[in-house]
């Protein structure tokens, strides 16, 4: 069992990942190993539609255990960056639509987290940063993430320089899809989820595979769209939108 990170299923369809490793949600490899364990059991799970990652009502995630990695040496640091940096990749694998649901800071490797999310929605009294290389070191998972969502120049100010944004210039530069009131932040992120549920999870899921296939996406769309025609929801789908418009197929997922 998971020490610091939790499942709940608020509603059929919808399943919350939470970050529960309080005062500060910092994320640690045994951290990032729960959440990537977790993501891949939700990833299997035909019931689950979306994905909600969360942290508290405080802080989504204060960023990375400095103590933790104030303690390694270059050859463990080798040894487990593949690992670490795939899980905190975990996001962008799911097959479902995931959304971060952010409160108070989200800086370091929570920041990088949330970047393989589809969707962030932010707090309008949120602080991100991706703040390594005040420390020294420089994020492992999010340089290419982060410059891909907001072009390279305004991705490296903030990874060359380390400071925090807050909720206005996130949303500005497309770091931050929606801002709400602090206290909307939890429901924001069920609202945009219950968006998927009953809906056509084998074509959202070849829809995530084309967009982390990044410049090789325009190849792998092909593919992903003749493989849906493999499917009894492309089936339904089709004849449905012929028949009664869009809004009104019942998919099976098969």
């Known amino acids: 069992m998971a020490e610091f990170v939790t499942v709940d299923r608020p509603e059929a369809g919808i399943a919350v990942l939470r970050i529960e490793r309080p005062p500060l949600n910092l994320i640690g490899v045994q951290v990032a190993l729960e959440l990537a364990a977790a993501a891949a059991e939700l990833g299997n799970d035909p019931s689950v539609a979306a994905v909600v990652l969360y942290g508290d009502a405080r802080v989504f ?7 933790e990695l104030a303690g390694l040496s270059a050859e463990q640091a080798g040894a487990m960056a593949a690992d670490l940096q795939a899980a905190l990749g975990c996001l962008a694998r799911l097959p479902q639509p995931a959304v971060a649901a952010i409160s108070g800071y989200a800086l370091g490797a ?13 707090g309008d009294n949120v602080k991100l940063g991706l703040p390594q290389i005040r420390a020294g070191l420089i994020p ?10 907001i072009g390279p120049s305004a991705a490296k100010d903030l990874v060359y320089s380390g ?10 530069l497309g770091l931050a899809d929606e801002v709400v009131a602090p206290d909307d932040v939890y429901e924001s992120g069920l609202r945009w989820a219950r968006r998927f549920a009953g809906g056509p ?3 959202l899921a070849a829809a995530k595979r084309v967009f982390e296939a990044g410049t090789h996406g325009h190849d792998r769309a092909r593919t992903e769209w003749a493989e849906l025609f493999t ?4 089936v339904t789908g089709t004849t449905s939108l012929q028949v009664d418009g869009p809004g009104v197929a019942v998919f099976t997922g098969s």
């Open 201 to 203: 999870a084998l074509a």
């Open 231 to 234: 499917t009894d929801d492309r």
């Open 140 to 149: 492992l998972a999010g340089i290419r993430r982060l410059s891909l969502l």
């Open 163 to 172: 400071r925090f944004v807050d909720a206005d210039e996130a949303k500005a």
């Open 110 to 122: 929570g920041l990088e987290l949330a970047l393989g999310a589809d969707r962030r929605i932010i």
């Open 61 to 67: 995630s204060a960023g990375d255990d400095v103590a």
